[in-house]
């Protein structure tokens, strides 16, 4: 038994030597991944792992290393969740290098996990209804419909990139897919925006969300293109976005705050909690209370109001008179 162990767990103090740099490149190109998470993960070693970590051998680096990255994040100013994406992203890799034998154990799970509380929306700091519409009109006509779908059905900036017309029919807008862009390997290394599959499915599946009559009148203008008739990806919404804000002197909003602003909409008048988050394309419904359950029709009041209906009646007939209390009990 012991032989086996040792066995199963041998690595060839050779295969740790090729540089993260080198593997990362290797592991991005052997790994089926969906596009968009190819996309996010080679960003995010080309900007946040490799200028730190590239000339270490995979076998060099250790949890303090992989502590300090952390920490470095923090100093930038990476938000938890954006500090978690990049940890699941490094923790992919090396997990790779243990299953085929490169490396004995992971450093990202030996480090200390950073904290990744989910942060409740503040409905306040959200763009108003009036602030919307200006952002829609001055946005400009070709990239309005994707500021309209946002706000209406609680869209991502890419899946609001992939409607066309006959996903919105009879009330139901058919959320089928989202528009990413990515490193075409075999093209010189430039970027390409393509359709892609919604975050959380597989390919062919989709989501229908609740989709208001006033949208409808968009659909002719989707799906959304730029002037010469290619796709427009995320990032170049959200410069266009940034343009607009700044020409409006409005708060620095993000496109993703029109979601954030739908679910708001919706749990304050008394949308129940899990039918929001199916719409939103949730993983859990976990998520979805913890980011936003503080926005749900008063619960308090209505717990008050249902006790009282329902017990007070019966509490009220069944209790005495004060002047019928005894005195040991008034004095109690």
Known sequence: MEND??????????AGKVSVRRYAAEWLALKPMAAGTE????????????????????SQVTAADVEELYALWRRQGAMPNTIDSRRIALSGMFSHAVRHKRIRENPVKQAEKPANPIMQVDERALPSFDEISALAKEIGPRLEPAV????????????SLGVFPEDIFDGTLRCRRQVVRIK?????????????????????EWRDIPAPATLEPLAERLPIRNQAGGMIYPDLFRKSWDRA?????????????????????????????HEVSRWMGHSSIKITVDRYGHLTLDGSDRCRQVIEATYGVHMLSGFPAPRELGAELVLA
């Open 5 to 14: 162990k040792r066995e199963n767990s041998y690595v060839d103090p050779s």
């Open 245 to 273: 804000l700044k020409r409006l002197s409005l708060p620095d909003y993000n496109p993703h705050d029109l979601r954030h602003k739908w679910a708001t909409v919706t749990l304050s008048n008394g949308v129940p909690i």
């Open 184 to 204: 075409n390997f075999s093209a010189s290394g430039k970027y390409v925006a393509l359709y892609a599959p919604l975050k959380h499915r597989k390919e062919g």
């Open 39 to 58: 996309e996010s993960y080679e960003r995010i070693m080309r900007l946040h792992v490799l200028p730190q970590l590239g000339k270490k051998t995979i």
């Open 148 to 159: 309209w779908l946002m706000a209406c059905c609680g869209l991502r900036i890419g899946e």
